[in-house]
């Protein structure tokens, strides 16, 4: 018997930063929320596209990955049900950096980047939330990239 995913509510909640706020912000924030599904080996987005907005993993599990013009890809992270993918949450009309790959079949929920904007603009502690999954990413990346370039080749291999 198949396991069925939890309300937008209940997917929030265990979300660091936005698991702080109220049940009536949970509950605004997943009532602008819609479903996406992509099947197994298919992108969520691609890097390049246009960034639309949070995702949060419902179902299945994300790599997001740096694909290199010869075919190598470097994963960033991997992303289970409850995990944001802050790489869509800009609001300067920009494309995502890097791509999210369904390892199996998957769904998210999406908060698009104007739905946030507005609503930020009359719950500001809310924006700033978002900035602040914007900013752990961020800071989980650069923890990557020291790792990948700053450690001496032997200790590397």
């Given at each position: 018997?198949?396991?069925?995913?939890?309300?937008?509510?209940?997917?929030?909640?265990?979300?660091?930063?936005?698991?702080?706020?109220?049940?009536?912000?949970?509950?605004?924030?997943?009532?602008?929320?819609?479903?996406?599904?992509?099947?197994?080996?298919?992108?969520?987005?691609?890097?390049?596209?246009?960034?639309?907005?949070?995702?949060?993993?419902?179902?299945?599990?994300?790599?997001?990955?740096?694909?290199?013009?010869?075919?190598?890809?470097?994963?960033?992270?991997?992303?289970?049900?409850?995990?944001?993918?802050?790489?869509?949450?800009?609001?300067?009309?920009?494309?995502?950096?890097?791509?999210?790959?369904?390892?199996?079949?998957?769904?998210?929920?999406?908060?698009?980047?104007?739905?946030i904007?507005?609503?930020?603009?009359?719950?500001?502690?809310?924006?700033?939330?978002?900035?602040?999954?914007?900013?752990?990413?961020v800071?989980?990346?650069?923890?990557?990239?020291?790792d990948?370039?700053?450690?001496?080749?032997?200790?590397?291999?």
């Open positions: 018997m198949a396991i069925a995913p939890r309300s937008a509510d209940d997917l929030l909640r265990d979300v660091p930063v936005l698991g702080e706020l109220g049940p009536e912000d949970l509950s605004l924030i997943g009532s602008l929320a819609e479903v996406r599904k992509v099947a197994r080996g298919a992108p969520l987005f691609s890097e390049g596209q246009l960034a639309e907005g949070l995702f949060v993993v419902r179902t299945g599990e994300l790599k997001l990955v740096k694909t290199a013009k010869d075919g190598r890809e470097q994963i960033l992270y991997l992303a289970r049900p409850g995990r944001p993918v802050t790489e869509g949450l800009r609001f300067d009309g920009g494309t995502y950096s890097a791509s999210a790959v369904a390892m199996r079949q998957a769904s998210a929920l999406l908060i698009e980047n104007a739905a904007r507005e609503l930020g603009e009359r719950r500001p502690y809310l924006m700033r939330a978002m900035v602040d999954l914007r900013a752990r990413r800071d989980r990346l650069l923890a990557l990239i020291s990948l370039s700053l450690r001496t080749v032997p200790a590397r291999l």
